[in-house]
Nanobody
């Protein structure tokens, strides 16, 4: 069973907004970090935004100021508000969680995360 389930992906025009959501399946674990990652066509998976259990956030430079990550600690659910979307934001977006501490310098590195969802597609057109 997939540990995490994403939703909210859609096709939008450039400049538009989307909100992605991620919730855990029945699997229960303590997440130190949760985050959003994306993989565009022909590209490697990259970190977009992450949030630590203490609320500390980190964003990729490419989305800073446009995307906002938030988490409901009680429900262990995660959201990503994406505004001012650009064509280059087109990608499959994945939710991920880590059950151990990650150094902040590596918190956007996909290999640091153990649990993944199956992804939700975001397509931005002109």
């Amino acid at each position: 069973q997939v540990p995490l389930v994403e939703s909210g992906g859609d096709s939008v025009q450039a400049g538009g907004s989307l909100r992605l959501s991620c919730e855990p399946s029945t699997y229960s674990y303590r997440s130190y970090f949760m985050g959003w990652f994306r993989q565009g066509p022909g590209k490697e998976r990259e970190g977009v935004a992450v949030i630590a259990s203490d609320g500390t956030t980190r964003y990729a430079d490419s989305v800073q100021g446009r995307f906002t990550i938030s988490k409901d600690n009680g429900r262990n659910t995660l959201s990503l508000q994406m505004n001012s979307l650009k064509i280059e934001d087109t990608a499959m977006y994945y939710c991920a969680a880590a059950d151990r501490y990650i150094m902040l310098g590596r918190c956007l590195v996909p290999t640091e995360y153990k649990y993944w969802g199956q992804g939700t597609q975001v397509t931005v057109s002109s």
